[in-house]
């Protein structure tokens, strides 16, 4: 038997849309993970009650997205629509680094574990709190639907559904590191094999009858988007000025990207198809968000 | 700040806003049935020509007929405009008000001694005036509908209800307050004590968080033009016709974005040191008293009266010279930002 | 010992100056000056050590700090060091990418000198880090010594460990209540290298394009990119490599599909008549069932393509479902059948769960005009008998939960 909640159509404002420096539109894996646990370190400073609790894996499912670029009539690219920053001392615009912004409807899938049946109301009236007060992908929560708890019997068939309905209409994102794997086993440069399954292919076929016939095709059927999903280790552990806390070892670090698909709630059969967890991989200095299928 | 190397600096210091308004949506209705019925406004994109205003070369001047031709294809310009449909008087515009306590829990500080000085100041705020005095001034803005920008100037008749549960609102006459002077009789209200109340409750930590849903309408008259916020598109392109002015809507609907909303209700701070002087009433709660539209910051460094000088005392529980000087800090704080020491 | 690339490089260098600077106005004398000024600051007993001097106005990186936030200092910046990873992700140490430089612009000659590439194919810069004989003997001058000239010239590569405010310092969490405190730095190689390859890419579908012709290799186009800018006015002022770029790189989408649909064909008498058309991955189905039956592979990859036909019929269904409820009860769609209505307006929302004889109908209309858009979009569609259809109907069923 496992536990979800379900915090249904979380309307975010102002998300950070750059999930990467390679990508821009629906916000990093990392940055929904990062707010659920901040939830969890809220409710447990709140209350003792929730000594135990954990969130072992959260899943994101998106009913609509609205990026903040534009794109003009003629123009084959978008740009990013800023917002003002306020000005400096000298009453003068100082230079910034873009920043870019979508507005979303999320519904958040939670697995949870160490929480005893009797205080299942106060963890509901204690969400209910602690996530209106926080932020989500550096936006801003501006409401949600009524919380849901599911318990999930998976011998039993068709157990997910009520979920999964609960989700419909939308996009669940799913890990697809095995196709860029794949591309990278065959040999291909990394940056080759992310655009080659995101790029339209345009190629013509002579017929029998000798006639030229263009084709465009993907490489993959399904809605495959680079997403980014950790952050890679770049300097040793240690401590640096200027590091916002100093009680925990720092380092540098970049972004790592990989394949994702959307895929539409209804198709999800398994919990685990949906649920992304935090790994951290010492040896090779990786800190991911992934999922266990 | 960072002129004193102190153990007790943080060179990384940030704090959440703790008013957050969700964009504003516009709608089209009539004054009489604004309560019932209200018809999303879409941007209409038009082309406008503008006169010539730069200086003409020389060779133009003296021919009169390519000058002729000149002017007939002068600046031919697209533009984004909103207006209310003919049948339409009445603006309604729609946002949500999110107000959140923990204003003593920075979301990141590097120094403990600091931080422990801070929260002892704050607290001392927070008993002394439970945050009474800012709550009031952004009451007043809600109530007088401040945040409709250039769309209050002008208006016959504005009204602003803000829903604070699902069976309780209240209902302003937003033209009947002095928004230049808080401290006016007109600005004297049980409602707005009551509307005041409920915002020093969330920021000082009375109750967790308050969510009001606030609905403002302004009679500007039929088929008059209505005023969304201008996107500031930073353009790479280099194809010609851009259109020159470009508004913000939200899946079509036209929007005022949620950082303006939050300008107009923060516009609060009368205690700049020209504010006398300068006659231009309460601006809005920055750093460095910045004004955007005027370019000009009020609160510079050189008169000591910016926010780092006089939070940097503040936080370490030196009494500040008037009171007035502790309401801006805190309404800074209010505000949110990045105020580390650190140079780099 | 003389180096030629070295020689040349000055020897170039002194050119451009020379060139700038004499004009045939002057008299004899004053060009002979500038001459002899120039001989001697780019005689290499002169211009190494000062060239070594300045080295520490820039810094060579992988991570520059700047693209972070141009008010974050260079210091701020790091030089990965880390194995090349290759686990299926993208980042600076999956893929090789060149080194970014950043710092004054005025120095600039002195990163160029440090990347000449000698005879071994090694720069001048590595041969320092090495202290090899022939770097040696190539600055061996009177003016300074070797070590000094040596360490002035790896200021280049010299960064104290500091990060900022100004850089997003994020907490990872790494198991039992521990945490990780991670300053994230852009890798402005890859950022950049990517946009070159998406601007190949941009120019060779530009050129096949244009010549109109049958081309089996054909070429590869990506949409709904989004520029973004570094610095303004001044790439300079970021980075050599974002200068390079002129301060522009290109971001790639990563968005779900959109449920809200500008231009729904609302069905009038039938969703699946008037409401649907994919020609291409008819073609797709077709080329697999007609290459041949029994092999395991292609039947898969057949189901593959009528799954996501079938996902395709589904979320134009839910587009339609995002209209407001009540749409079909007008005039101009009386002649939809009630079954699609209830299907597919929310103001059925109630019947559609109570009773689901709507969906033994759905189902089985989509099965018909499946074999109906097979044979209509394909020119020569191969025989589509009973087993088929039944086969393609069962797919549907499976897929049924998500037509409710």
Known sequence: MRQVLVIPQVSVQNANALSSPYTIGFPAMTAFLGGIHALQRNLKIKNTLFNDLVFTGVGVAC???????????QDYVASIIA???PLNEKGERPSFIEEARCHLTVSLVIEYKGLSMEYEDEFITSIQTEFAKLKLASGDILGFGKLKRFTIDEKTDNSLRPITRLLMPSYVLIERRDLMIDAMQQGQDTIDALLDHLAIHHYSEKNEAGDVEWIAKRKQLGWIVPIATGFHGISELGQAMNQRDLSKPHRFAESVVTLGEFIMAYKIN??????????????????????NK | MATKAKNDMASVLAFEKKIVPSDGYFYGTTWDKRNSEALPLKLREKSVRGTISNRLKKALQDDPMKLDAKVENANLQTVDSCALAVDQDTLKLHFTLKILSGIAQPSACNNENFYESYVNAINSYINEEGFKNLARRYAINIASGRFLWRNRVGAEQIEVVVKLTETESLIFNALSFDIKDFDSDKNKSDDIDKLANEIANALSGKQPFALFEISAYAQVGQAQDVYPSEELVLDKTNSKNKKSKILYHIEEVAGMHSQKIGNAIRTIDTWYPEYQEVNIGPIAIEPYGAVTNLGKAYRNPKAK??????????ARGIKLENKNDEHYVMAVLVRGGVFGASKD | MSIKPITDFLADRKAKLLKKKIKKTMSEQEQLQIQAEADNRFSLGVWLPDAARRAKQLSLVTHPSKFSHPGASRD????????VISNGFLCGSSTNTKHDVLGNAAAIDVYKFLSIILEDEQTILEHLEQGTDLIRGAFKIPTASFEELQQGFLAIKQLSLKTSSKIKQVYFPVGDDNYHLLSLLTPSGVMFSLSEKIRKMFSLSEKIRKKQEHSEQGFKELYDLTVIGFGGEKPQNISVLNNDNAGVAYLLPSLPPQLQ?????????????????????FNTFHRLIATGYNNINIREDRDKVVNFIISQVIERMWAIRQLEAGWSQNQLYQQLPLAQKIWLDNFYHKQREEDEQWLTDIIDEFARWFMYAYKKNVKDSKLFGDEEFQHIKTLIQANQEGLK
């Not at chain 2, 009266?305 to 503040?314: C, G, M």
Request: hydrophobic share 35%; net charge positive; glycine share 2%.
């Open chain 2, 305 to 314: 009266a910016d926010f780092f000088t006089l939070f940097d005392k503040f």
């Open chain 1, 83 to 85: 917002t003002a920053n």
């Open chain 1, 63 to 73: 009913h609509r997205i609205n990026l903040q670029t534009y794109k003009g009539k």
């Open chain 3, 261 to 281: 649909q500008k231009n729904v064909l609302v069905p009038k008498t039938d969703f699946f008549k008037n409401s649907l058309y994919w020609k291409d991955h």
């Open chain 3, 76 to 83: 701020c910046s790091m030089i990965a060091t880390t194995d």
């Open chain 1, 270 to 291: 398994q919990l685990n198809e949906m649920l992304w967890h935090y790994h951290f991989d010492s040896k090779n200095n990786l800190y991911l968000c992934q999922q």
